[in-house]
């Protein structure tokens, strides 16, 4: 079964780090690039980064510096480094997939960001 599953999130203080997971099936981590996107209050939801199944990555404007993409093959698991953390980045925070035309996406996880 397709399937993604974020984890990791949680309330951190200003300029501080952590680091998000996204479990994700076999089918979909093996042929999918995976996205991380975050929707804050009363916004859109946003791409913050993106890694290739060739470990090719790509990131938001706001996040560069600041967060790194990568991914685990061995554990089919990408995940999400975020250091320096601001209040603007308090979010809830997705994973999404693709596998044969169908989009998936995480629960969520949500991030925190306050003194």
């Known amino acids: 079964q397709a399937q993604l599953v974020e984890s990791g999130g949680g309330l951190v203080q200003p300029g501080g780090s952590l680091r998000l997971s996204c479990a994700a099936s076999g089918s979909i981590f093996r042929t999918s690039t995976i996205g991380w996107f975050c929707r804050a209050p009363g916004k859109q939801r946003e791409l913050v980064a993106t890694i290739t199944t060739g470990g090719s990555t790509n990131y938001a404007d706001s996040v560069k510096g600041r967060f790194t993409i990568s991914r685990d093959n061995a554990k089919n698991t990408v995940y999400l480094q975020m250091n320096s953390l601001k209040p603007e980045d308090t979010a809830v925070y997705y994973c999404?997939?693709?596998?044969?035309?169908?989009?998936?996406w995480g629960q969520g996880t949500q991030v925190t960001v306050s003194s």
């Open positions: 999404r997939g693709f596998f044969r035309g169908a989009e998936y």
